[in-house]
């Protein structure tokens, strides 16, 4: 009976890390899927010719990985913020400072390389569609604190300023 309730365990942990490295895998191509979607759509409403879509899309989907990659190296270890020392608070608005200087580096870059074939109403375009995914994101928890469960700068609930 043991021997029969441990392989159980053991085949039920093994699906369950299998399946779910499968939603990783999958999530990670919906967001490339999804990033490219809206490369297409840049470059449609840009009304792009195809050797131009070709490079904007591409360029496009190098440019949301580096913001991604800058993005993802900032989400850190939530702490609430009454269990802060004052340096540690220091430290962690320096370093969101500094996430937002390499990001703003990021798409300065990128604003070059855009810049070779499009015209400032297009880069103003690629730079909104980018700035206004970020603005949704800066706004989720505000919403969730009117709803009662918001995760503020630092993890306490309820600031509702979106750090």
């Known amino acids: 009976m043991k021997k029969m309730m441990i392989l159980f365990l053991l085949l039920v942990s093994t699906g369950a890390g299998v399946y779910a490295q499968k939603q990783n895998k999958m999530g990670a191509v919906a967001g490339k899927d999804m990033a490219a979607r809206r490369a297409t759509r840049l470059a449609g409403e840009m009304k792009l010719d195809k050797a131009t879509a070709k490079w904007f899309t591409s360029l496009y989907a ?23 020392t004052d340096a540690r608070a220091e430290q962690l608005i320096e370093e969101r400072f500094r996430q937002s200087e390499t ?61």
Not at 62 to 84: F, I, N, T, W
Not at 103 to 124: G, I, N
């Open 62 to 84: 190098e440019y949301q990985d580096s913001l991604k990659s800058v993005r993802r190296s900032a989400a850190g270890v939530r702490v609430p913020a009454d269990s802060l």
């Open 103 to 163: 990001e703003t580096a990021v798409k300065r870059a990128f604003y070059a390389r855009f810049r070779e074939k499009l015209s400032p109403v297009q880069l103003v375009k690629v730079f909104a569609a980018s700035d206004s995914r970020q603005g949704m994101r800066r706004t989720m928890p505000h919403q969730r604190m009117q709803q009662g469960g918001a995760r503020g700068f630092g993890g306490e609930a309820g600031s509702g300023d979106g750090w």
